[in-house]
Structures are given as C-alpha cells and as structure tokens.
C-alpha cells in the first residue's frame, strides 16, 4: 500500500481517538521516509498498542499491523508511543522504494472533519518543505464549504510533495 | 449489562461519525465512502475522489462527500452509501472511478438508483 494510504489509516484512527489536534510529518532523507503522526487523542496502553501492532482487532483496526509490516519489509521500523489521556504518536520509517501515492487525494479524505479537528501537513526533504494547516483553508486557498477549495488543495498537496519526493 | 465508562467509551467512539451524519443541509445529497483498512487496500481514496471529479468538473450544487468509517463486508470493498434528500441510504459495493461515473449520472443527478452496482 502507498505512504499516501498509510497517512489515511492512521489519522482514522487519531480521528477515532478523540484528536483535536493531528500532525503529520513527511521526510525524505538519503535512503529513508519517515512518516509520522501524533495526535493528542485519548491514548491507549501499551498492552493495546502491542495489541495493535499484533494485528488483533481492538483498538487501532488492522491499520497498525499492516503499517508495521510494510516499513519493516521495507527494510524500517515502527515506533509507536501512547498514553492514557494523553495522546498517541506513530514513527514509521521505510526504505526509498516505498511509493509516495497522491498525498493530496489522502489529505482531503479528511475535508468534512477538518473543521472539527485540526489537521496539521508538513513534509521535508532534500528538495525543501512545505506545511499544510487546515486553520488556514479560508485565509489561503478560499471558502472551505466549496468543493472546488477542496480541489484546490489536493491539487496544491500532490504537485507539491511529488516535487519535494523526487517524482516518487 | 455495560459500565457507564463502557457507554462513555462508545458515546465517544460514535462521536465522529455523528458529527458528520448531522452536518447534511437540508436539500443536500450525501455521499458517505467506507474508509475501512481494506477499503484503503482495495481503492477507497481512489473512489472519493472520483466522486469529487465528477462533482465539481460538472458543477454539481448541494453535494458532500464525507470519509465514514468501515463500511460494508471486506469482499463489497471499496463501499459508498449515497443518500438522496428524504430517501433512505443506497449502498453500493466494488465501485470503480467509471461505476462512480454511472451513480453521479443515474442516482445523483436522475434520482434513480443504479440496481446493477447496489450491494445486496
């Protein structure tokens, strides 16, 4: 599966989680992606994380599992961290060959929830960054309630990181 | 019997998807697409924004398109409910960016669900 789905399934599950607040990061440096997401969503035990990463059902679906498996048949890691009430964060690193997908088609998948949850993009490499905040979608790209804004933003999100990616 | 903590736990895990079902308009269409892990896998993202193509590139008014949690059995994937104003949902299953094409045609704009593609 590309990263771009990855991100969908893990902000899904800081959505879940209760998050007011999600960040995503994006990095692209020498032979590693990183991707990241923290949320400060109600938490879960390290017991459930394991859980999780397990594969079994409860509470973070399949998602978790299945990101664990792609970074380390990647040739990466996962590191996942959690507390109760507090929040949870999500590092995944995957070799280069791991496809990008169209991070802007992922992004707006979350557009009705936006106003509810602030939804925080920022991606580095090499090539420069760039930085996504769903606070701002009036202010920069126009009225959120247009589905052309909406256009608008994908758009902007996938000619952007493809660039910073390398064309990946 | 359930905890009240077991009912806060699952007034929560609702919350979300209640906050979207309740923010239709009056007059407004909804498009709800199953954003399960295995409607990633088999397409999900891809049928949304087909959806968002064909709404805006034919200016279509009083549409949203809403992410919803897991939808539907793993083999119906990727899965969309579309609900008409003051109709019940229709639920539709494989979809593809040409069926989505068909269901804008057909069900969106004509009103008349497509029969071929609803899941049964």
Redesign the interface.
């Known amino acids: 599966?590309e990263l771009?789905?990855h991100m969908?399934?893990m902000i899904?599950n800081s959505?879940?989680a209760?998050a007011r607040h999600i960040l995503v990061n994006m990095s692209f440096f020498g032979d590693w992606i990183i991707l990241e997401v923290s949320d400060d969503g109600?938490g879960t035990t390290a017991e459930e994380v394991e859980a999780a990463m397990r594969g079994d059902k409860a509470p973070r679906?399949?998602?978790l599992a299945?990101l664990k498996d792609a970074a380390e048949q990647s040739g990466g890691d996962i590191f996942v961290w959690s507390e109760e009430g507090h929040g949870t964060g999500v590092r995944a690193t995957f070799g280069k060959d791991v496809p990008l997908g169209?991070v802007g088609?992922?992004l707006?998948?979350?557009?009705?929830?936006m106003p509810?949850t602030v939804i925080t993009l920022s991606a580095v490499t090499e090539n420069g960054a760039f930085v996504f905040d769903s606070r701002l979608i009036g202010e920069r790209y126009g009225d959120p309630s247009e589905?052309?804004t909406?256009?608008k933003v994908?758009k902007e999100v996938n000619h952007t990181l493809t660039n910073l990616f390398g064309g990946k | 019997m359930k905890s009240i903590a077991d009912i806060n736990a699952i007034r929560?895990?609702m919350?979300?998807k209640v906050?979207?079902r309740d923010?239709t308009k009056e007059g407004e269409t909804h498009v709800f697409?199953g954003?399960?892990?295995?409607g990633?896998?088999a397409g999900a993202?891809?049928v949304?924004?087909a959806f968002?193509d064909e709404?805006?590139s034919r200016e279509i008014k009083n549409?949203?398109?809403?992410?919803s949690?897991?939808l539907g059995a793993a083999d119906k994937q990727p899965y969309v409910e579309v609900v008409l104003p003051g109709k019940a949902p229709v639920a539709y299953g494989n979809l593809t960016a040409d069926k989505v094409k068909v269901i804008v045609d057909k069900h969106v704009l004509g009103g008349e669900p497509v029969t071929d593609y609803i899941v049964k």
């Not at chain 1, 707006?108 to 929830?113: D, K």
């Not at chain 2, 549409?63 to 992410?67: D, E, F, N, P, T």
Request: net charge neutral; glycine share 8%.
């Open positions: 599966m771009s789905k969908v399934d899904t959505i879940e209760m109600k679906g399949r998602g299945l169209k088609d992922a707006i998948v979350f557009w009705q929830e509810i589905m052309d909406m256009v994908r | 929560e895990q919350r979300s906050l979207i923010n697409v954003m399960g892990t295995v990633l896998e993202v891809e949304f924004n968002v709404i805006t549409v949203r398109i809403s992410r949690g897991a």
